[in-house]
């Protein structure tokens, strides 16, 4: 069996420029996603501009700049889209060579699975080396890229001895058998992340954040600012214990919790030794960390992200960072005005899916202002002045350095009231009288 398994890897070899060849003019290219950008397939396939037209190059978080997009500003052999913009892409974007497609994260399998597309699909998967049993592991990057190559009609992989082996339940590797073409690569180490040092306004947001977490509650960390990183450390360093992860994001704030010995994840659902995830972004260390590590199991993200399994976790407390939040309750955390910044993600997952777990509590956090060039703004305002992420009816705790609130099932003056409070002293002036005009404002409010 081996051997007839090696014999396939040596007839499925080939060079990046050779494998790229595969890609024909209308075709749809999924790469694989965050720090598993395929670089190499990128490079080879931007070197055909010209040669094909018209090429929908899909991808998530692509922390490399994408040649495809690079090479061809006026979108005639590759149009790039991403589902969540990394920093390379938000740069793209700005300057025409990036678009943005929004969907719910949990959705994409199922949307893919039974997307019709015109025209053939192709996978660019970046993977670890095959595995004595044919297997390609997709990395720290599992996502939907299951579901990609269950439609695809060819798969190309670039395998690179730098990717670590994640440990999985589902959907975590590729067999040789539904792979057309290897390319093998030097060897070199996933692109890693800085921890996010936390300012003394997400300090005090922890703080108040830290106040509902307790013995056996099962934590997400969302992506992005300094927050999930402060909780990492003050739990860390607390006298919590029995912690469970079921998250989207495995970082580096997880760790360190689990090496102080906090998660043991006893009273989960399932899975009740292990930290679930769906990605993982971060230090080298963190990487080192997840290698073939029985502690953590990567899945697919319908099985990480999906409200329904989120909710089965007892006491689930999930943690995500926004924009800005308005006198209605709407969270605003892709975008502001013409300025897209990142993607709906899996926010709204996370935040349904705590809600629905028995004794669950989905926080959302900004800091009360932010500074635009020399201006300070407020976070807190009378609309968001970009997408709405979490619609109001959804949203249950929000959190700035000023305070906490619940707004669930309140009216739309105490909402008003409560998003008020949270504001800078410097604009709650300039707030009331937005409410007011808005007719969600009652005089006896005023402190």
Known sequence: MKRRIFEEYKSKLRTADEAVQ????E??????HFAMFPQILDEALARRV?????????????????????????HKSFNYTSYFFSPAERNL?????????????????????????????????????????????????????HSCCQRADKIVVEVNEGVPTCLGGFGESVHISKVDYIVETEKTALISLPKPEASEAEKKIAAYIMEDIHDGCCLQLGIGGGVPNIIGSLIAESDLKDLGV?????????????????????????DKTKMVYTLCLGSRD???????????????????NTPEYIARNDNMISINNALQVDLWGQI???SLRSKHISGAGGQLDFVMGAKRSKGG??????????????????????????????????????????????????????????????????????LIRAAEERGIWRRSNKK
């Not at 595969?22 to 003019?25: D, E, G, I, L, T």
């Not at 290698?291 to 899945?299: F, G, R, T």
């Open 22 to 25: 595969v890609v024909k003019s």
């Open 27 to 32: 075709d749809f290219v999924f790469y694989s």
């Open 50 to 74: 010209g040669e094909v037209r018209n090429v929908q190059v899909n991808n998530v978080y692509g922390l490399y700049p994408a040649q495809v997009a690079l090479c061809d500003p006026e």
């Open 93 to 145: 974007y700005k300057n025409g060579l990036c678009n943005y497609i929004p969907a719910n994260y949990y959705e994409a399998p199922a949307i893919i699975s039974r997307q019709h597309f015109p025209a053939p699909v192709i996978v660019f998967a970046k993977t670890t080396p095959m595995d004595e049993n044919g297997r390609f592991n997709f990395g720290p990057a599992a996502s939907f890229l």
């Open 246 to 270: 079921h998250t989207e994001m495995m970082s580096d704030a997880n760790m360190e919790m689990y090496l102080k010995g906090k998660v043991t994840g006893k009273y989960k659902y399932k």
């Open 286 to 304: 963190l990487y080192e960390f997840v290698d073939n590590n029985p502690a953590c199991a990567i899945y697919q993200v319908d099985q990480t």
């Open 332 to 334: 605003c955390s892709e």
């Open 361 to 430: 509590k989905s926080f959302l956090c900004t800091k009360s202002t932010r500074m635009v060039g020399n201006q300070q703004m407020s976070n807190l305002v009378p609309e968001v002045q970009g997408n709405v992420t979490v619609p109001r009816a959804c949203t249950q705790y929000i959190v700035t350095e000023q305070g906490k609130i619940n707004i669930q099932m309140k009216s739309t003056w105490q909402i008003a009231d409560g998003v008020i409070s949270l504001a800078h002293p410097e604009y709650r002036d300039d």
